[in-house]
């Protein structure tokens, strides 16, 4: 219980200095820039603090499923972070390049959330499928079957693509594009570290079931 509990106060926690941060980056107010960037490195600390917390506590140390690295959420939510960590860095101590000034359209607070909805959409009819076949969406426990039907049936990793999506969504719409920029890096390490695991474990214990369903059906989009 004291586990649970200390997890959910580091979460507020994050949410309140990230909430801190944009609340006052997307606003007319002026900081210093000192002040500025150590509201940044809260936000960046606290966030850090949760990952590896709820990476040490929770991952499994000993499991038969793909040796992943850790939560695939926790990947994105670190890339996410990285993302903040390196913007606030150059914006606020380095300055050592500015972002291509037309990218500046990809600053947009509709644009982001239609982004971040999709994300939710994707995740809601995933998960769903999982009830349906009494799964459990979580990588690193066994998996009893293949799920090839609704959203399974156009896309293979749906969840991954929502959490790459909603990382590039978040980014559009706090108007922070290096968050966004990070979400390729977050792509990949899925990729290479998760997605292609996952293939090898699940194609040594399904055969050619699975390897009919990796030929008809795609990866990402």
């Known amino acids: 219980m004291l586990k649970k509990y200390s997890a959910y106060l580091i979460l507020f926690s994050m949410f309140y200095y990230y909430y801190d941060f944009f609340n006052w980056y997307l606003s007319d107010g002026q900081l210093q820039i000192e002040y500025a ?3 940044g490195v809260l936000a ?4 850090l603090i949760f990952i590896i917390y709820v990476h040490i506590v929770y991952f499994p140390k000993l499991t038969t499923t793909p040796l ?19 913007g606030i860095s150059n914006l606020y101590v380095l300055q050592l390049y500015q972002l291509p000034s037309f990218l500046n359209f990809l600053r947009s607070l509709e644009l982001g959330l239609t982004i971040i909805l999709i994300s939710f959409l994707l995740v809601y009819l995933a998960v769903g499928k999982f009830r349906d076949h009494n799964e459990d969406p979580n990588p690193t426990t066994v998996t009893d079957m293949i799920i090839t039907t609704g959203i399974f049936k156009y896309i293979r990793n749906p969840m991954y693509l929502a959490l790459t999506l909603f990382q590039f969504g978040v980014g559009l719409a706090l108007s922070f594009l290096h968050i966004s920029i990070m979400s390729l890096v977050t792509a990949i390490v899925l990729h290479y570290f998760v997605i292609l695991k996952e293939e090898r474990y699940l194609s040594i214990k399904f055969g050619e079931l699975y390897k009919t369903y990796l030929k008809n059906t795609r990866r990402w989009i």
């Open 37 to 39: 960037f150590l509201k």
């Open 44 to 47: 960046f600390s606290v966030a």
């Open 68 to 86: 992943i690295p850790t939560f695939p959420p926790l990947i994105m939510l670190f890339s996410l972070n990285f993302g903040l960590g390196i």
